[in-house]
């Protein structure tokens, strides 16, 4: 029994209680139904915590305060979805509490948890009783009684709170209808309460469980309905305060949070215009990191899980790292499995290697389409049990799309892997990004702040706006062959005006060049463009 923890005790705990909770994505997954049934509950529950484990990885895990600002920090920079953001103030509550302290007693740990508890409804706009923010609140009771009852040690802290924690999950269907209607308890409560175990499985020394089988989707209880779209932003530089970005994003749907600290501002609502949204937010701050998720076909993705759960699976899966909404997007409509990350913000070994223990294909594909992912996805193939992986080395988001163009689930990797390969060799990727810094790379010179062009991931040329960079770089790629098809993702200050002139002023200069253009190009890039 530990009568205390250490900064590192406490950090080890959070990673080995990340890796409890991965073995329950898919339990919170299928309970997910408030507040709409879009079955990613689990998942975005996770996304936060891997996050939180990247930055203990970076903090001294000797002092207690790096180890506090990695949990609050983290779980802010990667929460996803509600879940997730009420995860991140619920973990930021926490860490205030014992970032000032040389160890965490028990009655510091239940204070803790309560002082998260009540983060975690300062942070909801309208806090819904039945939700994980009730979980929280019995969670802190919990341990405030052990703490009153006696306890001298974290476990036994931990056993109080777990214990009225999974009471007040058995009653949230009282609290809110739609549970009920569904037969469920509410899926964030849940994973928050597999967080608490997976801490105190650490402590206990229990090894991981099993997956638990999932006999239903509590989706199914409903009818396909538009849900809209769950949008999210994360960006830094923001002089204006929470309250001024929360009222400027409000007018635009519902299920809204927006949260801060540190420079950074999170925001997450649920829209029907999400390029509009994202658009009015960005004027002011920098916008970092975007996602959009279309929650009507969620609702019937999960739907086909759910008559597909007995099915054995197709041969291969497929595994890609992305970022950008419409990039993510497309490549999840070919079937593939993201882990978020890309430019400035790549995935860990362990995030790609939980990405490929979720598929329940015996092979899988791995496309880091990033330089520095590709030595990470290879190590992560490495380590992954029971399945054999294959990792394509590409380099770039377009090159992992064209790759991903040739994907079928049903056809062996045997089969797929020299056609998805030779794809991704063809493509020309062409980005459009504001340089960094003033330099002069290969005969190209830049100032800070000039827009510039990338040919698959190499300086090409600056030019006086993004259009221009753009419209430069596919003359050039042109040249060296015949090329078919133009596909743009574009980001969110791009007016629709600039967007038909570029349109218009590449078919007249290519009229046998097919083009697209899509929103939600990567973040931080004015265009992204895959030529082919």
């Known amino acids: 029994m530990a009568n205390s923890l250490s900064p590192a005790d406490l ?14 994505v898919e339990e919170a997954n299928a309970l997910n139904v408030y507040p709409v049934p ?23 895990t000797d002092k207690m305060s790096d180890v506090a600002r990695a949990i609050s920090y983290g779980s802010l920079l990667g929460a996803r979805g509600n879940s997730g953001v009420i995860t991140s103030q619920i973990l930021k509550g926490f860490s205030d509490t014992i970032k000032e302290a040389r160890k965490v007693s028990p009655a510091l740990l239940a204070r803790a948890l309560e002082e998260g508890s009540r983060m975690g409804y300062k942070a909801v706009m309208k806090p819904v009783e ?41 009653r949230t269907p009282e609290l809110l209808p739609v549970l009920k209607q569904a037969g469920v308890v509410d899926a964030g409560g849940v994973g928050l309460l597999r967080l608490m175990e997976g801490l105190e499985g650490y ?17 199914t209880a409903f009818d396909t309905e538009e849900f809209g779209y769950c949008t999210e ?9 929470v309250e001024v970005i929360r009222e400027a994003v409000s007018p635009f749907g519902d299920s809204l949070l927006v949260v801060g600290a540190e420079g950074y501002i999170k925001g997450h609502i649920h829209t029907n215009d999400p390029d509009g949204l994202l658009a009015s937010v960005a004027r002011y701050g920098k916008m970092i990191r975007t996602k959009v998720e279309d929650m009507s076909q969620q609702h019937t993705e999960i739907l086909s899980m759910a008559g597909a759960a007995d099915e054995t699976p197709p041969p291969t899966g497929l595994v890609v790292v992305a970022n950008g909404w419409g990039l993510t997007k497309a490549f999840r409509g070919f079937g593939a499995r993201i882990v978020a990350g890309g430019q400035t913000a790549n995935p860990s070994v362990q995030d790609i290697l939980d990405a490929i223990n979720s598929l329940p294909n015996p092979e899988v594909i791995v496309l880091p389409n990033n330089g520095n992912v ?3 996805a290879q190590q992560a193939a490495g ?24 994907y079928q689930a049903e056809q062996p990797s045997s089969e797929l892997l020299p056609e998805m390969g030779e794809a991704s060799k063809r493509a020309a990727t062409l980005e459009v990004t504001r340089a960094s810094r003033s330099v002069e790379i290969g005969g190209v010179s830049v100032t800070e702040g000039q827009p510039i062009g990338l040919r698959d991931d190499k300086l090409a ?15 050039l790629a042109s040249q060296d062959g015949e090329r078919e098809i133009l596909t743009i993702f574009h980001g969110p200050t791009v007016t629709k005006d600039t967007l038909d002139a570029l349109a218009a002023r590449i078919s007249q200069a290519f009229p046998g060049l097919s083009l697209e253009i899509h929103p939600g190009g990567p973040d931080l890039y004015d265009y992204l463009a895959v030529l082919e």
């Open 130 to 170: 039945g939700t994980m923010l009730t979980v929280s609140k019995g969670v802190a009771e919990g341990a405030l009684k052990a703490v009153e009852d006696g306890a001298t040690s974290v476990e036994e802290v931990l056993d109080g709170a777990l214990k009225v924690g999974w009471e007040t999950s058995d």
């Open 233 to 241: 932003f994360l960006m830094e530089g923001v002089a204006e305060p």
């Open 38 to 60: 879009d079955g990613d509950t689990g998942t975005n529950m996770h996304l936060t915590l891997q996050s939180v484990r990247r930055e203990l990885d970076l903090a001294d």
């Open 461 to 475: 040329l600056a030019a006086d706006t993004p259009e221009d960079a753009l419209f430069n770089m596919v003359k």
């Open 383 to 406: 380590l992954a049990r029971g399945k054999t992986v294959h990792v394509i080395p590409t380099r770039t988001m377009g090159q992992g799309l064209a790759a991903t163009v040739l």
């Open 11 to 24: 950090a080890r705990a959070f990673r080995y209680a990340t890796d409890w909770f991965a073995v329950y």
């Open 203 to 219: 402590l206990k020394g229990l090894p991981l469980p099993e997956p638990p089988k999932i006999e239903k989707y509590a989706q």
């Open 374 to 376: 590709i030595m990470s």
